[in-house]
């Protein structure tokens, strides 16, 4: 089994930045790509974006990329998400995820094999 464990999630003004981690282990397993999704209270679950393992290549939505990053350490299994200019709509629990297969794309949450358990960031105003 593959487990995930996220951290960094805590409460944050407005304008403050956060960085997330999420850390794989486990047994030996692909890693093709990982993922960060947020959920809202009363809202579905949204992708925030990825990164491919072998080649590093990190993708954000649109409504994110331009305060949000992904990076990772491959030494450690480690994915991070670095969240500067928050905003109270970015208060959510956030998902890391793990796509132990090859995909045409990682944008949904169908396409990734395992999840963390979650951790809330909430930004006040």
């Known amino acids: 089994q593959v487990q995930l464990v996220e951290s960094g999630g805590r409460l944050v003004q407005a304008g403050g930045s956060l960085r997330l981690s999420c850390a794989a282990s486990g047994r030996a397993f692909d890693n093709y790509a990982m993922g960060w999704f947020r959920q809202a209270p009363g809202k579905e679950r949204e992708f925030v974006g990825r990164?491919?393992?072998?080649?590093?290549?990190?993708y954000c939505t649109e409504s994110v990329k331009s305060r949000f990053t992904i990076s990772r350490d491959n030494a450690k299994n480690t994915v991070y998400l670095q969240m500067n200019s928050l905003k109270p709509e970015d208060t959510a629990v956030y998902y890391c995820?793990?796509?132990?297969?090859?995909?045409?794309?990682?944008?949904?949450?169908?396409?990734?094999?395992?999840w963390g358990q979650g951790t809330q960031v909430t930004v006040s105003s």
């Open positions: 995820a793990l796509a132990a297969r090859r995909r045409a794309t990682y944008s949904q949450a169908g396409q990734y094999d395992y």
């Open positions: 990164i491919k393992w072998n080649t590093g290549t990190a």
